[in-house]
């Protein structure tokens, strides 16, 4: 019988042996493992069978309406038993009696387990993002850090670009895709954290680029094509300030965006892309909700 419950400081070394072989390269759980037993907004589960941790879960409030669902992972020697499914099952109630109206998550393009069992719950793959990389620079063009005051502007182009809504109006932030609204646009420039680059005195494109964490990432990318690859090529420029001497983006998989990243410099790392769902919840308040 499985037991669904919060993780536990003492449930660390069992999570920890079960995901060491996630990938080649291991698991980055033990890495937020501690964050995540801290986070008081969203819980940390564990699956328990017969006494024995055999699974784990994070669910994250993104917003008060927006949970976010990560770190699904699974003992080998107990899957195909329907954990993976009482887990992510379990997240989705919590999310509905906790007011979410969205729930997404990512996975591999490849994984068609999970594929599979989120769309029998109703979630959409809305968006695909494959994962690049590329060298820093140590001389080129100084990108423009963008102020609050051109807010105004940037939505402008984004309109005009039309990218954001291809990308079902999500970007990439902290490995996990939320809708980029007018409030987070905001919170990212008083971050500086917005980058562009100018045609004519006009915005010929512009990126969200996080500089903090193992590596800089651009979380979002658009503009004209000329435009993106000045600036995918800038932003490797700035990168050189972080002490990893590289830079990763996330951008939607469009065949126009990609070229202009690989002219930029930019390499694919991952032959898989990270598919995105959402699904809309009916709350429990709320029956009639879509």
């Known amino acids: 019988m499985l037991e669904i419950r919060r993780a536990r400081p003492e449930d660390r070394e069992v999570v920890f042996s079960f995901c060491a072989h996630t990938w080649e390269d291991g698991d980055y759980i033990p890495q937020v493992w501690e964050a995540w037993l801290a986070d008081e907004e969203g819980p940390l589960l564990v699956g328990v069978w017969d006494g024995q941790v055999v699974a784990v879960e994070k669910i994250t409030r993104s917003s008060a309406d927006e949970v976010w669902l990560e770190g699904l992972r699974v003992d080998p020697r107990r899957r195909r038993q329907g954990i993976a499914r009482a887990l992510f099952h379990y997240a989705l109630e919590w999310a509905k009696s906790n007011g979410a109206r969205f729930v997404r998550l990512a996975t591999s393009s490849t994984n068609r387990t999970v594929q599979r069992m989120v769309e029998a719950a109703g979630l959409r793959h809305v968006l695909s993002c494959p994962y690049y990389q590329g060298q820093a620079l140590a001389g080129g063009e100084e990108p423009e850090r ?145």
């Open 146 to 290: 963008l102020s609050q005051e051109v807010a105004g502007e940037v939505w402008e182009r984004l309109r005009r670009w039309g990218g954001l809504e291809r990308a079902h109006h999500l970007y990439a932030h902290e490995w996990a895709w939320e809708p980029l609204t007018s409030e987070r646009l905001q919170e990212h420039l008083a971050a500086g954290q917005v980058w562009g680059v100018r045609r004519e005195g006009l915005l010929a494109a512009l990126a969200i680029f996080e500089e903090r964490g193992e590596q800089p990432t651009i979380g979002f990318l658009d503009g004209e094509n000329e435009g993106v690859i000045r600036l995918a090529r800038s932003l490797r420029f700035r990168a050189r300030r972080h002490p990893s001497g590289k830079i990763a983006a996330l951008p939607r998989e469009e065949p126009a965006l990609l070229s202009a990243l690989e002219e930029a410099g930019y390499q694919r790392v991952w032959d898989f892309s990270f598919w995105v769902y959402e699904g809309v919840l009916r709350c429990p308040d709320s029956p009639n909700s879509a």
